[in-house]
Nanobody, 129 residues
């Protein structure tokens, strides 16, 4: 089992920044690809960003590319999402996810997302205009 706990969400004005953290415990963190997903009110959960086990490869949704940066510290069992130039459309609950299978984290499609082994409880991000 892997336990994931997100933190760092909050209320920010448009144009501001937030840094989300996801602390993992349980099994060996470096065995897992990690991802960030989000779910806005009335919408389905969507892919935001992903990072490989070593941190050597990353992927971003088009909507956040150039504004968000994913990173991880395997020594601290933590993955981060630095979010800059936030906009009201970024308002959502942000979830951290972990899986040892690459496609489940990186493909960003609902069939693969439904197979993801581990999810955090989510952290609310609200961007005011």
């Amino acid at each position: 089992q892997v336990q994931l706990v997100e933190s760092g969400g909050g209320l920010v004005q448009a144009g501001g920044s937030l840094r989300l953290s996801c602390a993992a415990s349980g099994r060996t963190f470096s065995n897992y690809h990690m991802g960030w997903f989000r779910q806005a009110p009335g919408k389905e959960r969507e892919f935001v960003s992903a990072i490989t086990q070593s941190g050597s490869n990353t992927r971003y949704a088009e909507s956040v590319k150039g504004r968000f940066t994913i990173s991880r510290d395997n020594a601290k069992n933590t993955v981060y999402l630095q979010m800059n130039s936030l906009a009201p459309e970024d308002t959502a609950v942000y979830y951290c996810a972990a899986d040892s299978v690459y496609r489940r984290i990186f493909y960003g499609r609902r069939p693969e997302m439904s197979e993801i082994d581990y999810w955090g409880q989510g952290t609310q991000v609200t961007v005011s205009s």
